[in-house]
């Protein structure tokens, strides 16, 4: 499973857009790129996936470059209840006895008034 | 509310005891998947579930088991309970098995060692 990296923190503005992004150097052909969101006590929620170059939900868009390499969770105009976890998860169809499900640190996204 | 349904959502215990945790997952749902989360590990994910069968192990310890049932339910089972084992113990589902698959978590347990 690719591994993946993420900023720890982010602070951001009410009404602002905020940019999120991932890195995952080693994904694979068949990886799909997921984001869930999670706030405190609670447990994640799925916000979108992708494979390749742009997917857009009514909550956010995910922004894949041609190599995939990397994402961006792009959250538009943010609300104070924007104030969560955000973590980016990249997985295959195929996972073997070995795989493993890695979630990581997440980005701990505060969206300050 | 994802559908999935863990009990109990709090659980107090004392070193050295069992318990089990269980969870019920969306209608449908054929995965079963169990995490970890401690405020210093972040979410580990510990086993996954298909159909019954196991599918793919995490950093789960030897002291814990977990099982799918033919309704598809699953337990969890922690035994020779640490204080670090404190944890909430989130339950996840998905249609099918592969790693893409949108996971639907439950609201968790949370399990506090003495």
């Known amino acids: 499973l690719a591994k993946t990296t993420q900023p720890i923190s982010m602070d951001s503005y009410e009404g602002q857009e905020v940019n999120i992004t991932c890195s995952h150097n080693?994904?694979?052909?068949?990886?799909?790129i997921t984001w869930y969101q999670q706030f405190p006590s609670q447990g994640p929620r799925f916000i979108i996936q992708?494979?390749?170059t742009k997917v857009t939900n009514e909550v956010a868009s995910l922004f894949i470059p041609a190599d995939r390499k990397s994402s961006t969770l792009s959250l538009p105009r943010v609300s104070l209840s924007d104030t969560a976890v955000y973590y980016c998860l990249v997985g295959d169809i195929w996972g073997g006895s070995n795989y493993k499900l890695t979630f990581g640190k997440g980005t701990l996204l505060t969206v300050n008034p | 509310d994802s559908g999935v349904t863990q009990t109990p959502k709090h659980l107090i215990t004392a070193t050295g005891q069992r318990v089990t945790l269980r969870c019920s997952p969306r209608s449908g749902d054929l995965s079963v998947y169990w995490y970890q989360q401690s405020l210093d590990q972040g979410l580990q994910f510990l086993i996954q579930?298909?159909?019954?069968?196991?599918?793919a192990k995490g950093n789960i310890l030897e002291r814990f088991s977990a099982q799918q049932f033919p309704d598809l339910h699953s337990e969890l089972n922690l035994s020779s309970l640490e204080l670090g084992d404190s944890a909430l113990y989130f339950c996840?589902?998905?249609?099918?098995?592969?790693?893409?698959?949108?996971?639907?978590f439950g609201p968790g347990t949370r399990l506090l060692v003495l």
């Open positions: 579930y298909y159909n019954g069968e196991e599918r």
């Open positions: 992708g494979y390749k």
């Open positions: 996840a589902s998905s249609v099918g098995q592969g790693a893409w698959e949108t996971q639907y």
């Open positions: 080693n994904i694979a052909t068949n990886d799909y």
